[in-house]
């Protein structure tokens, strides 16, 4: 087949669109954590951009996508630094280049994504090492189960795309619920951060989290729609379907914080954003746009539920990672068993449009093994970097600012005002010998006075 421009335009523009996501991300993901944290947490999107991107190259794809070795992995060897793929070789209408590119955004974000449930305590270089590790051995075997379709290839693909024929349009299986059963068990090796429940962890700067959920939003048109691989039909529909959700997911996180807590906040409509985006990944091809608002609705109000259950079950998931990610990729991936209509792009109907439970017990089975596997595979990798290095920062470190310690910077540096030196800028002010950061633990500067925080944060 040849190479269609306008096709082969649109993945490449849409691959930029969401690479600009982990930028958004670390803008989003910054602005929730208290100010002696925020140049960690953005620190820890952005080297993922470099690690992920490099092991891509050298075996990722190959592994995602290469001859499949029993639908569970592809070669890494095959096509090891792309070799073979560079030239004129085609998938679809695109150039597999082109191909290469996009996924391999996908698989930045993926890793990047998870380092919200452990912000705060982790390690820097712990936490790079964790990034090559996580996408070799977990990342990339989902993606090609999840990904690697038939007839894509010249060969057989995954096991969940080929065998299963489980409907997931753009990552709810492969990156949401993988990133959020990650961020569960990373969340658990780690423990609690100091001070979790008895002080206040507010978001130290919600104007960066309205904008960051801006760049994801406008990012996740690339990440959905783009998944079409060709600009027609089902890339608008993914598009529109994509619109619908987020809009209705946001007002369905505020209807829930609004009656819970008395207030709709920015922080609950940046996270019902998320949320809704996070739900419609896997079913943008497969729902109507009524369906679609349907089920960004349920998504929305059921994360903004799901947020406080780490108060009550006691693991600190600092910026709920585990209730947006994990809990809208279950809900987006299973509601397909239950919204899917044949009069959209996937051409499949589920239980409510007559179809009955065959794609509903697929989507199922999907959404619980890749939970199983992601879950089971990160605690090992996390309990060996912790006996073998350490993951978690010391306490000093942590109550005097992860930032300084990590990075010798800080993230707002007033000392053109007071004249202090490295460090908060009321260093100068403060007896010798104390903290330079002291005034922004627990809460300090990061705390909104006068502002009712809800329950939870979000992811």
């Given at each position: 087949?040849?190479?269609?421009?306008?096709?082969?335009?649109?993945v490449?523009?849409?691959?930029?669109?969401?690479?600009?996501?982990?930028?958004?991300?670390?803008?989003?993901?910054?602005?929730m954590?208290?100010?002696?944290?925020?140049?960690?947490?953005?620190?820890?999107?952005?080297?993922?951009?470099?690690?992920?991107?490099?092991?891509?190259?050298?075996?990722?794809?190959?592994?995602?996508?290469g001859?499949?070795?029993?639908?569970?992995?592809?070669?890494?060897?095959?096509?090891?630094?792309?070799?073979?793929?560079?030239?004129?070789?085609v998938f679809?209408?695109?150039p597999?280049?082109?191909?290469?590119?996009?996924?391999?955004?996908?698989?930045?974000?993926?890793?990047?994504?998870?380092?919200?449930?452990?912000?705060?305590?982790?390690?820097?270089?712990?936490?790079?090492?964790?990034?090559?590790v996580?996408?070799?051995?977990?990342?990339f075997?989902?993606?090609?189960w999840?990904?690697?379709?038939?007839?894509?290839?010249?060969?057989?693909?995954?096991?969940?795309?080929?065998?299963?024929?489980?409907?997931?349009?753009?990552?709810?299986?492969?990156?949401?619920?993988?990133?959020?059963?990650?961020?569960?068990?990373?969340?658990?090796?780690?423990?609690?951060?100091?001070?979790?429940?008895?002080?206040?962890?507010?978001?130290?700067?919600?104007?960066?989290?309205?904008?960051?959920?801006?760049?994801?939003?406008?990012?996740?048109?690339?990440?959905?729609?783009?998944?079409?691989?060709?600009?027609?039909?089902?890339?608008?529909?993914?598009?529109?379907?994509?619109?619908?959700?987020?809009?209705?997911?946001?007002?369905?996180?505020?209807?829930?914080?609004?009656?819970?807590d008395?207030?709709?906040?920015?922080?609950g409509?940046?996270?019902?954003?998320?949320?809704?985006l996070?739900?419609?990944?896997?079913?943008?091809?497969?729902?109507?746009?009524?369906?679609?608002?349907?089920?960004?609705?349920?998504?929305?109000?059921?994360?903004?539920?799901?947020?406080?259950?780490?108060?009550?079950?006691?693991?600190?998931?600092?910026?709920?990672?585990?209730?947006?990610?994990?809990?809208?990729?279950?809900?987006?991936?299973?509601?397909?068993?239950?919204?899917?209509?044949?009069?959209?792009?996937?051409?499949?109907?589920?239980?409510?449009?007559g179809?009955?439970?065959?794609q509903?017990?697929?989507?199922?089975?999907?959404?619980?093994?890749?939970l199983l596997?992601?879950f089971?595979?990160?605690?090992?990798?996390?309990?060996?970097?912790?006996?073998?290095?350490?993951?978690?920062v010391?306490?000093?470190?942590?109550?005097?600012?992860?930032?300084?310690?990590?990075?010798?910077?800080?993230?707002?540096?007033?000392?053109?005002?007071?004249?202090g030196?490295?460090?908060?800028?009321?260093?100068?002010?403060?007896?010798?010998?104390?903290?330079?950061?002291?005034?922004?633990?627990?809460?300090?500067?990061?705390?909104?006075?006068?502002?009712?925080?809800?329950?939870?944060?979000?992811?």
């Amino acid at each position: 087949m040849n190479i269609n421009t306008g096709d082969t335009a649109w993945v490449l523009a849409s691959a930029a669109m969401v690479l600009l996501m982990t930028p958004g991300l670390a803008l989003f993901y910054g602005g929730m954590v208290r100010a002696k944290s925020v140049l960690n947490m953005m620190m820890m999107s952005f080297i993922a951009l470099g690690t992920v991107s490099v092991a891509w190259v050298l075996w990722g794809y190959s592994e995602a996508f290469g001859e499949s070795w029993h639908g569970l992995v592809g070669n890494p060897f095959q096509h090891f630094g792309l070799d073979g793929l560079l030239g004129t070789r085609v998938f679809g209408t695109i150039p597999a280049s082109a191909f290469v590119a996009f996924q391999s955004v996908f698989a930045i974000i993926a890793v990047a994504l998870i380092s919200g449930a452990i912000a705060d305590r982790a390690r820097f270089a712990a936490w790079t090492v964790f990034t090559v590790v996580w996408a070799t051995v977990v990342y990339f075997p989902v993606a090609h189960w999840v990904f690697a379709f038939n007839g894509f290839a010249a060969h057989r693909g995954g096991w969940i795309a080929n065998d299963l024929k489980v409907i997931d349009f753009a990552g709810g299986t492969a990156i949401h619920i993988n990133a959020g059963a990650a961020g569960l068990a990373l969340a658990l090796v780690l423990g609690r951060r100091v001070g979790f429940g008895r002080e206040p962890m507010r978001p130290h700067n919600l104007t960066l989290v309205m904008l960051g959920a801006g760049l994801l939003w406008f990012g996740w048109f690339g990440f959905n729609a783009g998944s079409a691989l060709g600009a027609g039909a089902t890339a608008a529909v993914a598009w529109v379907n994509t619109l619908a959700a987020t809009g209705a997911a946001m007002l369905g996180w505020l209807a829930v914080e609004r009656r819970r807590d008395g207030h709709a906040t920015s922080l609950g409509a940046a996270s019902g954003v998320v949320a809704g985006l996070v739900a419609i990944t896997p079913a943008c091809s497969a729902l109507t746009p009524v369906g679609s608002v349907g089920l960004g609705a349920l998504a929305g109000a059921a994360c903004a539920w799901a947020v406080g259950l780490k108060f009550r079950l006691g693991f600190d998931d600092s910026l709920d990672v585990v209730g947006v990610h994990l809990v809208g990729g279950l809900v987006g991936t299973i509601g397909v068993g239950f919204l899917a209509s044949a009069s959209a792009p996937a051409g499949v109907d589920g239980l409510f449009y007559g179809g009955g439970v065959d794609q509903l017990w697929r989507q199922v089975v999907g959404a619980v093994v890749v939970l199983l596997f992601s879950f089971t595979v990160t605690w090992v990798i996390g309990k060996v970097i912790e006996a073998t290095m350490g993951f978690r920062v010391d306490r000093e470190a942590e109550l005097a600012g992860i930032d300084l310690r990590e990075h010798a910077e800080t993230g707002y540096d007033l000392t053109v005002l007071t004249g202090g030196r490295l460090g908060a800028g009321t260093a100068a002010t403060k007896p010798a010998g104390s903290s330079p950061l002291a005034g922004s633990a627990a809460g300090g500067p990061a705390a909104q006075s006068g502002t009712k925080t809800p329950e939870g944060a979000s992811a």
